[in-house]
């Protein structure tokens, strides 16, 4: 038995002996879950002895710790109750991978967004001020609890970090943030504030040094003393010229500790028991190294932010490189890239999720990763459109979810030309609920000057993309995350284009049509199926092997906004109306193609199988769409009932 399955809270880590065994244990826990399991791994092992010194100080529930982003938890849910259930981590109706209020008192929020944890925490910090006659401590005296935000570095490239910062110094009594800094965030730190970060560590081994020479110097008996006095004017020039304008967190009202080695566990339990008696707004600067401990995370933590299984020894993974929506994007951007000089691309932190990095290497003078900083890429993609350039925003579609605003203001109202390339649409699997792109229809659904296109399979993207430059207005194009799972034989895949079109069952092999072509067969009238995406191809495999009893019209829809009224027009021509969709119902396509029906008095029945939740807890991606009857079995099941 090892000593995690002796610790059942925090409390318990006041008994442990050797706090730096505990670590190791820790962490070669960590890379044997995430081999078998996938998940985040660098960012995990690089916060295992700031997080074992944090509840060994803050070990009271009533105190507030919050994790910005809180896939970095995996250390602090085995600490806090959850080491029993720890191998059920992002597998379904298991715990999740990121920071989750529903499975411990000790997570104070769900989390999965960056940049917020201090704003979050901030309103902790006063409710518990205001709140504290209602807590007492052991010895019966009041207990104004402590809330501790821990911030990576990478998050500091969002601007609401700074919002929060600048109240936090008004009204953060007894409020510490902790400052991660790995030196890395999901791609490589950018701008000012990582070189700031980087000046700061500077600081720290300067004055390691002073401390050293002024000790040395002091032991010398006789020209000691003298030649310490001769250097310290020398040594106030060389700290003025390294040190000018890094005292930013001093300037905005914190209290500033550091930077210190956030792997040494009892130097930083040392600190962390003098901050606990300042009731003052404390900021601790921690300097971490990401993947700490394994060596394949620490040489590439990139590879290692997130990743699918692998094997431990080798550090490969299990997938293999499968070809996917973000890698044909990423080499499609790349081939008109070289042939239009006016396309520039932007991202925020995600350069190599989203399939850029041969595009930031090609073409870094019209490429640009501006951080965890989503609402200033779609304002900064504005500006570029208004000088002529045709910009193309690749972000997740949970991410965009922060822009829209400066989708509404900064692009639309100034009927500007932005390309918005939506990765990870639709369900994504372990990540949970935060990280689901199930909301992005229902958001741009409202937006003018905006279209949206969604291929089924790799062709059509790369068509739609380049469709979506000759467009005049604003374009979404909006894909899975994964490939493609399925490929029917009858489709032409090198047509160009992709106007609403449908299939009918029947001879050897279903029939394409288009909404305004009047050629129905009489077994068709009866039920019309309507879906797009990816789920699209589920529906081409049932029509391809539906016989004369079953047969139906599908309609698959590649422009999702506007709606094509031809198509709207063609639904009338059937009874039954059963809609798909891999988005949340509300505000969805299938609701605004009801809407249109409604108008043209259609008098038939209209079924909309989506999903029927708000949030879709993690679980496999499978899982999940078999969940709401949008995987093959579901919908046929759906299909034959409604026939």
């Not at 493609?484 to 284009?497: A, G, H, M, T, V």
Request: with cysteine; aromatic share 12%.
């Amino acid at each position: 038995m090892g000593i995690l399955d002796k610790i059942n809270s925090p409390n318990d880590l006041k008994y442990v002996k050797n706090l730096n065994f505990l670590a190791e244990e820790i962490r070669n826990k960590i890379i044997k879950l995430v081999s078998e399991n996938g998940g985040h791994l660098a960012s995990n092992l690089g916060v295992i002895e700031l997080t074992i010194a944090v509840l060994r100080v803050f070990f009271e529930q009533e105190n507030n710790i919050v994790w910005d982003v809180g896939h970095q938890c995996y250390a602090f849910k085995m600490l806090t109750g959850r080491f029993k259930n720890i191998d059920s981590i992002r597998k379904k109706n298991g715990i999740s991978g990121f920071s989750n209020k529903k499975e411990s008192q000790f997570d104070k929020f769900t989390t999965g967004h960056s940049s917020v944890a201090i704003s979050t925490s901030l309103g902790l910090s006063i409710a518990g001020s205001l709140n504290k006659c209602n807590i007492r401590d052991k010895n019966h005296k009041f207990f104004i609890p402590k809330t501790v935000a821990i911030v990576g570095d990478g998050a500091m490239t969002g601007g609401i970090s700074y919002e929060g910062m600048n109240n936090a110094s008004r009204f953060g009594k007894n409020f510490l943030l902790i400052l991660n800094d790995n030196k890395m965030s999901i791609s490589k730190n950018v701008g000012s504030i990582s070189s700031y970060f980087t000046k700061l560590r500077v600081m720290s081994m300067y004055l390691n040094t002073k401390r050293g020479l002024d000790k040395f110097l002091g032991s010398v008996p006789i020209f000691g003393s003298k030649l310490k006095q001769i250097l310290v004017k020398s040594r106030q020039t060389i700290k003025t010229s390294i040190l000018r304008e890094s005292t930013i967190f001093e300037d905005m009202g914190f209290v500033y500790y550091g930077p210190i080695d956030g792997h040494d566990i009892y130097n930083l339990i040392n600190i962390l028991e003098k901050i606990k008696k300042n009731d003052k707004p404390v900021l601790l600067h921690v300097v971490t190294k990401k993947g700490k401990g394994y060596k394949f995370a620490e040489n590439d933590p990139n590879i290692f932010h997130g990743i699918n299984k692998f094997d431990c020894f080798t550090g490969i993974s299990k997938s293999g490189n499968i070809e996917s929506f973000s890698s044909v994007m990423g080499k499609e951007l790349c081939s008109i890239s070289a042939k239009n000089q006016k396309i520039y691309v932007i991202t925020a932190a995600m350069t190599r999720c989203l399939g850029l990095e041969e595009y930031e290497q090609k073409f870094p003078e019209r490429f640009a990763d501006v951080g965890i900083a989503e609402s200033h890429a779609v304002a900064f993609a504005a500006g570029l459109a208004a000088g002529g350039m045709i910009p193309i925003f690749c972000v997740y579609s949970t991410f965009l979810q922060r822009t829209i605003d400066q989708i509404v203001h900064d692009v639309s109202m100034q009927n500007l030309k932005v390309i918005f390339n939506i990765d990870r649409a639709g369900l994504v699997g372990n990540d949970g609920e935060s990280h689901q792109g199930i909301f992005d229809i229902s958001l741009l659904n409202i937006i003018p000057n905006l279209k949206i296109y969604v291929p089924s399979y790799f062709t059509e993207l790369k068509n739609m993309l380049n469709q979506a430059i000759s467009d005049t207005c604003s374009v979404a194009i909006r894909y899975p995350k994964g490939g493609e799972f399925y490929k029917p034989k009858w489709i032409d895949y090198n047509n160009q284009n992709f106007e609403v079109y449908s299939y009918i069952s029947g001879y050897n092999s279903p029939i394409k049509i288009t909404p305004t072509d009047n050629f129905l067969l009489n077994s068709s009238k009866k039920l019309l199926v309507i879906s797009y995406g990816r789920i699209f191809l589920f529906l081409a495999k049932i029509l391809e092997e539906f016989k004369e009893n079953h047969q139906f019209c599908l309609l698959k829809l590649n422009v999702i906004k506007p709606i094509d009224m031809n198509s709207v027009d063609f639904v009338l021509n059937f009874r039954k109306i059963l809609f798909f969709e891999e988005h949340i119902n509300y505000g969805g396509v299938g609701e605004k193609f009801a809407s249109n029906l409604v108008f043209k008095k259609f008098t038939g029945e209209f079924k909309l199988v989506a999903i029927n939740e708000s949030f879709v807890e993690h679980a496999e991606i499978d899982e999940q769409l078999k969940k709401f009857f949008i995987d093959y079995d579901g919908m046929k099941k759906n299909i034959i009932e409604f026939w």
